[in-house]
C-alpha cells in the first residue's frame, strides 16, 4: 500500500514537472524563407483578429530559430505591432507586455499513412504550428510540399494551457 501511494506521488510529481516546464521557441522543420513568411503572416492574421495591433506590446525570445523570429518580428511589425526582443529567459516582460512562444513540428506518420501517400505520389509533408499567447494555445497544420509551397489544411484550434 505504501508502495503504490509513493509511486502515485511520484508519478503525480513527474508529470507535474513536465507540464510546469518552460516553452522554447522550437523550429523542428526545415522551413525555407517562403515557408518562414507564410506561418508569419497567418499568425500576425490570427493576432490582428485577437489583439489590437496598435494597442499591443509584444515579446518573442529570439535565443532560437533567428530566421523564423525575423520573419515573424517583420510581419507583426508591419501590421502595427511593438515588438520587443529578449535574448535570455530571465529577462523582465512587464505587465503590458504579451509573450509569444511558438513551436513548429512535423507530425509523425503511421507505416500505413506513408504507404498510401508513396501510392499517390505525394511527398508533402504534415506540420503544425502551436502558439502560446497569455495561457492560450493556438495550433494549425500545414501541408508542406517538396517544392516549399505550403498550404493551411486547418483551423486556429485554441486551447487552455493547464498550469497546476
Known sequence: MVKKILFIALSFFVFWGCAAAPQKNIVNVKL??????????????????????????????????KK????????LRSVGYSVREIKHKEATIYPNE?????????????SEEKRIRKI??????????????????????????????????SRWLESDIISF
Open 32 to 65: 525555407d524563407k517562403l515557408s518562414n513568411d507564410y506561418i508569419s503572416s497567418d499568425i500576425t492574421t490570427l493576432l490582428k483578429n485577437i489583439y489590437a495591433p496598435a494597442r499591443t506590446n509584444i515579446v518573442i525570445n529570439v535565443k532560437y530559430n
Open 68 to 75: 523564423f523570429n525575423e520573419s515573424l518580428q517583420s510581419a
Open 98 to 110: 504579451l509573450q509569444i512562444e511558438y513551436v513548429i513540428d512535423k507530425i509523425k506518420e503511421s
Open 120 to 153: 499517390n505520389n505525394d511527398n508533402s509533408i504534415i506540420v503544425r504550428v502551436s502558439i502560446i499567447i497569455d495561457k492560450r494555445m493556438y495550433s494549425r497544420m500545414y501541408k508542406l510540399y517538396k517544392t516549399y509551397e505550403m498550404t493551411a489544411i
